[in-house]
């Protein structure tokens, strides 16, 4: 009788298995789980934040003149250029983000049989970041999903501070002579705007006039001096250098800063480190979620992953001086956790991975 009564409940068992495999729509797997060649299914993934720095950096090219020698005889104190190098100056760094697909949240959805004709519909980006999904009969609702927006890379901005030096007559003439001619040049130049700024009322009356001849007067006093101290050429350039947070280094070197080197990406170079801070404000602490290995050792029958992201304070710092500080949200931050599938339909955020809509029958 035991006997009996073992094989009926084996079967029921058997019995129930088999109805719950048939039932399950598909089942969502971490993506190193899959069998290699595994086919019937696809994958997906949900965003991660990735940080995008834009360094604002004025890079000075310093040429020696060949007067050079002959500039503190007409010049004093004033800051020759003795040899050709490159000066760089940190402006600016500004702070922006970009959604891109999270490695830790790469799944692989299996289908299986649908019964009774259920639908089903997977929407995922170029990039595999999934945009809506849904099971059953809510799969043929219409939902307004926002159009993604591409991003488009920064064109450098480029601006040019320098300007043409004025030539002279250089036959037979030797260095001495030609620093003489230059420093005659600028004496007359100064005198030129003494007068205008206090001989000539009647030009003084009109402003337009004035600051027009004395801005003329300034240009071509830079270029004389330019050909005793040395030219200064300078441009502003954006140097952009992307970075992935993460929470187990809340604080992650990612370029070196040197007046004579500039910005290099990466630990190595010299110069002052560059550094980016991240602190969760923990808005997501309150919600029980999976941990990491849990997600990665089962398999989620009608379930999919979807997130709910974190604020965090990001700053960037040069050295332990603050050049940058905001609040934002990053993604991997946050809490994963899963929805169920039946007929349902869900929209989700390409740029956080949240549900933004759901629809049920």
């Given at each position: 009788m035991n006997k009996i009564v073992t094989k009926i409940a084996l079967a029921l068992l058997v019995m129930t298995c088999m109805m719950g495999q048939a039932e399950a729509?598909?089942?969502?797997?971490?993506?190193?789980?899959?069998?290699?060649g595994q086919q019937n299914g696809l994958y997906y993934?949900?965003?991660q934040t990735m940080l995008k720095l834009d360094f604002v950096i004025e890079e000075t090219k310093l040429e020696k003149s060949p007067l050079a020698d002959y500039a503190q005889n007409y010049m004093g104190n004033a800051d020759v250029v003795e040899y050709e190098t490159t000066e760089y100056k940190l402006l600016d760094v500004k702070m922006s983000t970009v959604?891109?697909?999270?490695?830790?949240?790469?799944?692989?959805v299996t289908f299986g049989s649908a019964r009774g004709g259920a639908k089903a519909l997977f929407d995922v980006m170029p990039n595999g970041i999934i945009r809506s999904v849904g099971l059953g009969n809510a799969v043929g609702e219409e939902t307004a999903v926002?159009?993604?927006?591409?991003?488009?890379p920064e064109a450098p901005v480029a601006k040019a501070c320098s300007k043409d030096v004025t030539s002279l007559i250089t036959t037979g003439k030797s260095n001495g002579q030609l620093a003489k001619e230059v420093a005659d040049k600028i004496e007359e130049i100064r005198k030129a705007k003494f007068y205008l700024i206090s001989g000539d009322v009647e030009m003084a009356s009109n402003p337009e006039t004035f600051s027009m001849m004395y801005q003329k007067l300034e240009e071509m006093?830079?270029?004389?001096?330019q050909l005793l101290l040395g030219q200064r050429k300078?441009?502003?350039?954006?140097k952009t250098v992307y970075v992935i947070p993460n929470k187990e280094t809340p604080v992650q070197t990612v370029a070196r800063f040197s007046e004579y080197e500039g910005l290099t990406v990466g630990t190595a170079g010299s110069g002052e480190t560059i550094s980016v801070q991240t602190m969760s404000l923990n808005t997501t602490e309150a919600i029980n979620a999976p941990?990491?290995?849990?997600?990665?050792?089962?398999n989620y029958e009608n379930k999919v992953f979807y997130r709910v992201p974190e604020q965090a304070l990001v700053k960037v710092l040069r050295g332990n001086k603050p050049l940058a500080e905001e609040r934002m949200t990053v993604n991997q931050l946050g809490a994963l956790l899963m929805a169920p599938l039946q007929n349902t339909k869900l929209v989700f955020d390409t740029k956080t991975g949240q549900i933004t809509n759901l629809i049920m029958q």
């Open positions: 729509q598909i089942v969502t797997t971490f993506a190193r789980n899959v069998t290699p993934s949900l965003p959604a891109s697909p999270d490695p830790s949240a790469l799944f692989f926002a159009p993604v927006k591409e991003e488009q006093e830079d270029e004389y001096t300078s441009k502003t350039v954006v941990s990491q290995s849990a997600i990665e050792s089962m």
